[in-house]
């Protein structure tokens, strides 16, 4: 069965396929398709957001759409970037310039700075609508660390770790990643659907 993920984020795409690798959903990425269309992140939570993105994407091409929206709860900060999680530093910043940032804001505060990455994983195929989340808990280092991932990934040190994000596999990351725990909640009601 052919889902599209909403997504126009490489590192999102590479860890939402292995999540769905061998399964029967064939999971096609918007590069796969005829363009990635900008799709404006109006909503003020992550489900909305989500929603949106899903929305659009069936209704160009009229096939079931996951999406997810996501990102980085720092608990000093009152929990921003939260869903400004991809622009904090800005329109057009770059991963860098996000993660200097955080990292800035967090010098008058003492460690550890402890932090959550939220993801909302949305399925909708124009009946069907439902999503599941899930929570990552770690705390943020001040000199990002390793090469892998994106986003926020050198700064984060899950909880249990002594590595980064970034300083691990696409697989050792989908054991545990917010976004591997609601991707598949998703799964697991897609198959008990069929
Ligand atoms: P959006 O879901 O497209 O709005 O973007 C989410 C943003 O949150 C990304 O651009 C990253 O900055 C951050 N983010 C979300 N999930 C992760 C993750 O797994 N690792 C690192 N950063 C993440």
Do not use: W
């Not at 096939?63 to 057009?92: C, T």
């Amino acid at each position: 069965m052919d889902i599209i993920f909403a997504s126009s984020n490489k590192g999102k795409i590479l860890e939402v396929k292995k999540i769905f690798d061998g399964s029967i959903f064939n999971i096609i990425s918007l590069y796969d398709l005829s363009g990635v269309p900008e799709i404006e992140e109006t909503g003020d939570t992550f489900k909305e957001n989500s929603l949106l993105k899903a929305k659009t994407i069936y209704e160009m091409h009229n096939k079931p759409a996951i999406a997810d929206d996501s990102g980085l709860e720092i608990f000093q900060l009152g929990n921003k970037p939260g869903v400004y999680s991809a622009r904090y530093a800005g329109e057009n910043c770059s991963y860098d310039d996000n993660n200097n940032l955080v990292i800035n804001q967090l010098q008058k505060f003492p460690e550890p700075h402890k932090a959550r990455f939220v993801s909302c994983a949305v399925y909708f195929d124009g009946s069907s609508e439902f999503h599941f989340e899930g929570f990552l808990n770690g705390r943020i280092i001040k000199s990002p660390r390793g090469t892998n991932g994106f986003g926020y990934d050198p700064i984060f040190i899950p909880d249990g770790y002594d590595v980064t994000l970034a300083e691990m596999t696409v697989e050792a990351k989908n054991k545990l990643s917010h976004r591997a725990i609601a991707f598949n909640g998703l799964k697991q009601k897609l198959l008990k659907l069929l």
